[in-house]
């Protein structure tokens, strides 16, 4: 696998971690694909009952590498864009369709896709010196790694059109009023806390948490009536758990559960 991203499993927690800190995560073609990978990994190895997507350096990830990009433009003209299929949507939908919990650890900027793949998370930590940039349309291009879904079930559609039409840096704070951060940490407790948090997630009752994703997900787009029936079929589905009994068990003999994921 690539440097540019990294990839560790331990105890159930995949850490993936974006890895061009002196281009401040930018997303290069050899970025995209490794990253692309390691979702993919993630999301099929039952080993891994959790993901903690981070960046290294100052950065998150600023989105797109303008620098790549203005030579495949060059070179192709519009078909450079076709990385949006390639990349953008894949790597989008494997954080935000995995059967696992993923947490964004937001440790600065996050611009572009990068500001979109944090968006796609079930959770978002972000550092105090982080910011979200949706910037496509400094750029003249409209959004992508699915913002356009994101973001308006994030803050609701008219703050999204005033995010994505007055691209401005949306610090920690603001992030964290407006909703787009679930919780805002000073910039060194981030990697512990979020670390933390994910390995909580990574103990926790997997199937339980895969049906929670799936059910929002479902919820977001459906009547009541509609999402009703599916919560009926996916509570059959996390009561038949190993995981559900067990709880279940300890909870009437006062005992702490231990989750096997199963
Ligand atoms: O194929 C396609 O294009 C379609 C797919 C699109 C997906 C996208 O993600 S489109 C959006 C692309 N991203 C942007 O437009 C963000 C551009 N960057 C910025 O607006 C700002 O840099 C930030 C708000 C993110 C951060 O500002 P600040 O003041 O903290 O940093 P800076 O001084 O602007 O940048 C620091 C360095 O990073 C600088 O390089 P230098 O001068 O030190 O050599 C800057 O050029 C570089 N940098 C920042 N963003 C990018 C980048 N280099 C390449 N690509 C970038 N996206």
């Not at 989008?92 to 964004?104: G, Q, R, Y």
């Not at 008219?158 to 949306?170: E, Q």
């Not at 599916?230 to 009437?252: I, M, N, P, W, Y």
């Amino acid at each position: 696998m690539s440097d540019t991203v990294l990839y560790e499993v331990t105890e159930g927690l995949a850490t993936v971690t974006l890895n061009r800190p002196d281009a401040m995560n930018a997303l290069n073609d050899e970025l995209k694909s490794a990253l692309r990978d390691a979702l993919r990994a993630a999301a099929a190895d039952e080993a891994v009952r959790a993901v903690l997507l981070t960046g290294s350096g100052r950065a998150f990830c600023v989105g797109q590498d303008l620098k790549e990009h203005i030579g495949s433009l060059q070179e192709q003209g519009g078909s450079a864009l076709h990385t949006v299929e390639e990349h953008y949507n894949p790597i989008t939908l494997a954080i935000a369709e995995m059967p696992k919990p993923v947490v964004a650890a937001v440790n600065g900027v996050a611009a572009g896709a990068g500001a979109g793949f944090a968006f796609a998370a079930d959770y978002r930590l972000l550092a105090d010196s982080a910011a979200f940039n949706t910037a496509f349309a400094g750029i003249a291009l409209t959004a992508d790694s699915g913002i356009s879904w994101t973001l308006p079930r994030l803050v609701g559609p008219g703050r999204a059109a005033d995010l994505l039409l007055f691209p401005r840096s949306v610090r920690a704070a603001e992030a964290l009023e407006l909703g787009l951060a679930h919780k805002v940490v000073p910039a060194d407790e981030l990697p512990e806390t979020a670390a933390t948090m994910a390995r909580q997630l990574a103990q926790g009752p997997t199937a339980a948490y895969a049906a929670i994703k799936e059910s929002l997900a479902y919820g977001a787009d459906h009547s009541l009536a509609e999402t009703l029936e599916k919560e009926a079929e996916l509570q059959l589905r996390a009561g038949a758990s190993q995981d559900h009994r067990a709880a279940v068990e300890a909870f009437v003999k006062k005992e702490k559960p231990r989750f096997t994921g199963r």
